[in-house]
């Protein structure tokens, strides 16, 4: 495994600035860049915000195939362990990410049980997570990991977190914790969404409730500005992109369409992320489901692949520069193009493009509805894939986290 710098800072992590930024540092542009990337260089997503489900079902997962994915909160390249892929290479330019993404693969290798793995990483108010951690994980991890979760954060032991819920911290979590707050600010307690029993009841909460909000003067205040987007990790080009979207440029409406799909489109029994959004948490046995990769059918198929995973401190292109041409078949980009400039889409594709063999499947999501790389690719790199329009769009509609204009799919011709 790679080694990473645990406690690495926006300023000392040389490769997550590269990648952020574009402006000079006291133009507007630049210190909207500069906020956004002193907040993305602690945790942001204990949790991914991509539906791995949606994932598989776009990459048609073989036991041959070796895919590449950007790591974020983990659960995605643990879901696709579920389907006993040949090797799955992990990347991601937060530190804070690659020491979750090992942990939670060393919960699944170490912890004695199923049970076990739902309490540490699914169960909040558990104060035995952390002396679970000392007495089976904490001697099988690599020392950079263990020196992270060991380490002090405001007095306390970074693995404590999971004596409380680790799904309230980070970026995103604060973000869904200081929405909470805004709600109950103006009378409505967004966690009474868990209470619904009905697409029906689900509906009526959205319509009576939380519809209402978006046309308050605060809220439209809120949101008509970049960094109050940050908690959920849009950048400011995504943004830009999003409030294209609306008449007026407010980003206000285009949250409450993706706000409506996430609450209205898919029962709370079948929708861990709506559970997440309006619960800050997992729902409790047998009101709700776990996340794939946490679903007892798949348990020992994924611990038993756990070694199937590299975890690499690198960015995508970095990786790839490094790996035989041919050599792998699933490409996982989340959202991460939405950030990047021309050159560096097209050093990213062509890397994909010289590694892909013949039928390999690049999938990822954007703010927008339209694909990222359209119009913006060399005609070298974009005539050897396929832009699987149709099955795309399905696939978009059935996405359960609803945070995203579009999901795509492309094809590596033969």
Known sequence: MTEFAPDAGFRKNRKLKAALLRHKA??????????????????????????????????ELEPHHRIVTIGSGGCNMLAYLSQSPASIDVVDLNPHHIALNRLKLAAFRDLPGHADLVRFLATPRETSNS???????????????????????????????????????????????????????????????????????????????????????????????KSSLFGLGIPPQQYDELASLAADHSIAPVLRHRLEKLACHFPMRENYFAWQAFGRRYAPEGEGPLPTYLKPEHYEAIR?????????????????????????????????????????????WAEISRTARPGARVIFRTAAEKSIIEGRLSPAIRDQWTYMEDRSRELTVLDRSAIYGAFHIYGKNA
Not at 314 to 343: C, G, H, I, K, N
């Open 304 to 348: 038993g692949n756990v070694d199937r995973v590299s975890v690499h401190h690198a960015s995508f292109t970095e990786l790839l520069a490094r790996e035989p041409a041919a050599s792998r078949d699933r490409y996982v980009l989340l959202d991460a193009q939405d950030w990047m400039t021309d050159e560096q889409l097209n050093d990213l």
């Open 26 to 59: 006291f133009s507007r542009e630049g210190l909207s860049e500069r906020l956004f990337g002193l907040l993305f260089s602690g945790l942001v997503y204990p949790q991914i915000w991509e539906d791995p489900d949606l994932d598989m079902q776009a990459m």
């Open 131 to 225: 002396r679970a951690f000392d007495q089976f994980l904490s001697n099988g991890l690599d020392a950079a990991t263990r020196t992270y979760w060991n380490g002090r954060r405001f007095g306390r032991r970074r693995i404590t977190v999971f004596d409380r819920n680790i799904y309230q911290t980070g970026l995103l979590g604060r973000f869904i914790g200081a929405a909470h707050l805004l709600g109950r600010l103006h009378g409505v307690d967004l966690t009474e969404m868990t209470k619904t029993r009905s697409l029906r009841e689900q509906r009526q909460f959205f319509d009576e409730r939380i519809a209402p909000l978006f046309e308050k003067p605060l809220v439209r205040w809120i949101t008509s500005r």
